[in-house]
């Protein structure tokens, strides 16, 4: 049986997921952006925390780490390259290392870019990675720490997982990236779909996210800048995939 996964609306935009096995009643928890509202949600479910997975150090995905150890004793994990900005780890992970999380195998990816030792968590039997602030739903995070080449390269690997895989991102940024979207490929006629479909999913207040790699691959900008329609818009048929993929992103900065 695939794993139960929950989004739970944190902060003003962020989102935090639980994973959950039935079988084992072990339960996961991917980022921390603040304690209450994830501890009522394990409260109303009545699920307790085994593991508590981390992306990055920023404090709208950590800040409610110390708050949720101390009352599950669940143990915290990140990466190895990040340890020392982030919550103490009980266990470091280095990209290519796979581990036992709710009676499944979790893969760790390197998708630094927003920031230096960035993870993902893909776990290929749920069809389900963990993206945080690296590939979002129609965008990507802020090149912060790293570089417009690494970020490029991060999307790149994350681009190559199964397309049927449900990419659960960190913030509700959907239909602000929609709106810069169209300005890349006006006549993308998915694109212009599926920003309808985020426009009526905000205006009931539901979660655009997860979303299907498959949707991002055929109207996120940021990883479609291989394709030639997209270069020939932004008139660099001629130029490096990466270099496409730092004007685009340069764009979105100014929006």
Known sequence: MPLEIITVPCLKDNYAYLVHDAASGRTALVDAPEA???????ARRGWRLSDILITHHHGDHID???????????RVIGAAADAHRLPPLDLEL??????????????????????????????????AAFTADSLMALGCGRVFEGTMAQMWHSLSRLAALPPETRIFSGHEYTLANANFAVTIEPENAALISRKKAVEQDR?????????????????????????????????????????????????????
């Open 36 to 42: 209450g509202p994830i501890a009522a949600e394990l």
């Open 64 to 74: 409610g780490v110390e708050a949720l150890r101390a009352s599950s004793g669940a």
């Open 94 to 127: 280095h990209d290519g290392d796979e581990i036992g999380i709710c009676g499944e195998t979790a893969h760790v990816l390197d998708v630094s870019g927003h920031t230096v030792g960035h993870v993902a968590f893909h776990f290929p039997a749920s069809g």
């Open 203 to 255: 205006a009931a207040d539901r979660p655009t996210v997860p979303s299907l790699l498959s949707e991002e691959l055929a109207t996120n900008p940021f990883l479609r800048a291989s394709r030639p329609e997209v270069k020939d818009a932004m008139g660099m048929r001629d130029a490096r995939d990466s270099e496409v993929f730092a004007e685009i992103r340069r764009r979105k900065d100014r929006f």
